[in-house]
């Protein structure tokens, strides 16, 4: 999917987040393209990505509608994903790091390094984030020797929110969503010191932890921005 999709993805994953576009509501290609000023390509692209997402379902035989879900449900999906991504964390501290895995995960973590650079954020962040955030996940869990772990997390990521790509920044707010990203980075990078250091039991706390900047960060840093 070209970077224009991606946004589009993001953007509404954004809508659907905030409730602007509600449970049940249809949607359009023609209309949503309008609302978003692009073509109708990017629009059917994006509503495939979220219907394996769990965020949009299949009305007729060719039209959408977001789908119903609770709070509780997207807590709980990542929670689950937290808790399955720390058990292969945990499992690949104990068996070791090749050096090409080490590889992987450093170069991950220097694109994010050099995402956060510049001290701020801007709009298209959000996909390239996505793109490192997934690179690093999946790095690990399919390292981790377990074919169980990572049909979980796949059945897991057809939830709403559920993977770790699925991310959300608040255009509107954008200095805390720099400073949330600071604090993911900074997570990815302790996550890759405990594996590199062989402590199981730090990495999977670390990444059961990680999981939840998306859902749990955001009071926090508001209170700092006071």
């Known amino acids: 999917m070209s970077n224009s999709g991606k ?7 954004r809508l659907i987040s905030d409730g602007e576009l509600a449970p049940g509501q249809r949607l359009g290609e023609v209309a949503v393209a309008e609302q978003l000023g692009v073509s109708r390509t990017p629009v059917r692209l994006a509503f495939r990505t979220l219907e ?36 292969a964390a945990r499992r690949l501290a104990e068996q ?51 074919e169980v772990i990572g049909d979980a997390i796949a059945r897991n990521n057809h939830l709403p929110f559920a ?3 699925s991310i959300i920044l608040d255009t509107g707010a ?4 720099f400073r949330k990203l600071q604090l993911a980075q900074i ?9 590199r250091d062989g402590e199981g039991a730090r990495a999977e706390m670390l990444m059961r932890e990680h999981a939840l900047v998306g859902l749990r960060y955001a009071d926090v840093l508001e209170g700092e921005a006071r």
């Open 7 to 13: 946004s589009v993805v993001s953007q509404l994953r």
């Open 52 to 87: 394996q997402e769990g965020l949009l379902q299949r009305a007729g035989k060719r039209g959408f509608m977001v789908r119903e879900f609770s709070d509780t449900d997207v807590r709980c999906a990542v929670e689950v994903r937290g808790v399955l991504e720390g058990l």
């Open 96 to 146: 070791g790091l090749s050096s090409e895995l080490l590889g992987q995960l450093e170069f991950w973590i220097q694109k994010g390094r050099d995402l956060l650079a510049k001290g701020y954020l801007v709009e298209d962040d959000v996909v390239d984030w996505g793109e490192l955030n997934r690179g690093f996940h999946e790095a690990v869990v399919s390292s981790a020797g377990s």
């Open 163 to 165: 993977a770790a790509d």
């Open 174 to 177: 954008l200095a805390r969503e």
């Open 187 to 195: 997570q990815h990078e302790l996550v890759l010191q405990a594996l």
